[in-house]
């Protein structure tokens, strides 16, 4: 069974400092990965996706990720964050071509203080 | 266009009480999650719909729960005999065809089930 793993519960950090979330799954086919987030009082949205191709890849706002196989991971990153990135962000995997549903990491709070 | 409409936004309940929870998906996604989010534990599967196949009901945590999806459309989650450890955001989601490389999930704003 697929499962994700994000190591951070709680990141507090300071506007402009650099962001690196952590996501590690574990499945051993070829997976679609993706990140989500979640602003206060808002809904969930796609904030960026890995199907193929780069395993760099580039999403809303700033914000990207690597999918490194080797080592079954695809954190996230931003090079300087803005108070208005204080949101929950969700790590999700399935499995490429299947029926399989999206599983989802218990979510990375990230507080930006201004 | 209209996105993921989820009905009530919320719902507080008795112990022991059955309730109802509804979600329209956007038109022309064929496939249909519903998520359970508690604090501290993200976002759990319950189970998603797919066109016209059985669905997948895997992630139900006990035969209180059920779903059903009418004419591929609005589905209805149902908790029977509610426990307070059912509390949490109740939260459906609605995409293009499952398996589909990358195809993103549609959030609704969830339903927020107190029970007390």
């Known amino acids: 069974a697929q499962s994700v793993s994000q190591h951070n519960h709680h990141v507090i950090l300071s506007e402009a400092a650099s962001l690196e979330l952590g996501c590690n799954y574990s499945?051993?086919?070829?997976?679609?990965l993706f990140w989500y987030v979640q602003y206060p009082g808002q809904h969930l949205q796609l904030l960026l996706k890995y199907f193929s191709g780069d395993p760099l890849v580039k999403g809303i706002k700033g914000f990207e990720a690597e999918f490194i196989k080797s080592k079954f991971s695809f954190n996230l990153r931003k090079p300087s964050v803005q108070w208005s990135d204080t949101a929950e962000y969700f790590c999700?995997?399935?499995?490429?071509?299947?029926?399989?549903?999206?599983?989802f990491g218990k979510g990375t709070k990230l507080s930006v203080k201004p | 266009g209209a996105g993921v409409s989820q009905s009530p936004s919320n719902k507080v309940t008795e112990k022991g009480k059955d309730v109802e929870l509804r979600c329209d998906p956007i038109?022309?996604?064929?496939?249909l999650y519903w998520y359970r989010q508690s604090l501290g534990q993200g976002l759990e599967f319950l189970i998603y719909f797919q066109g016209n196949s059985a669905p997948d009901k895997s992630g139900l945590p006990s035969d209180r729960f059920s779903a059903e999806r009418t004419g591929g459309s609005v589905s209805t989650l149902t908790i029977q005999r509610t426990q307070q450890e059912d509390s949490a955001v109740y939260l459906c989601?609605?995409?293009?065809?499952?398996?589909?490389?990358?195809?993103?999930?549609?959030f609704g704003n969830g339903t927020r089930l107190t029970v007390t």
């Open positions: 999700a995997v399935n499995a490429r071509g299947s029926q399989g549903n999206l599983i």
């Open positions: 038109s022309g996604h064929t496939a």
């Open positions: 499945y051993g086919g070829t997976v679609n």
């Open positions: 989601a609605s995409s293009l065809k499952v398996g589909q490389g990358g195809s993103p999930l549609h």
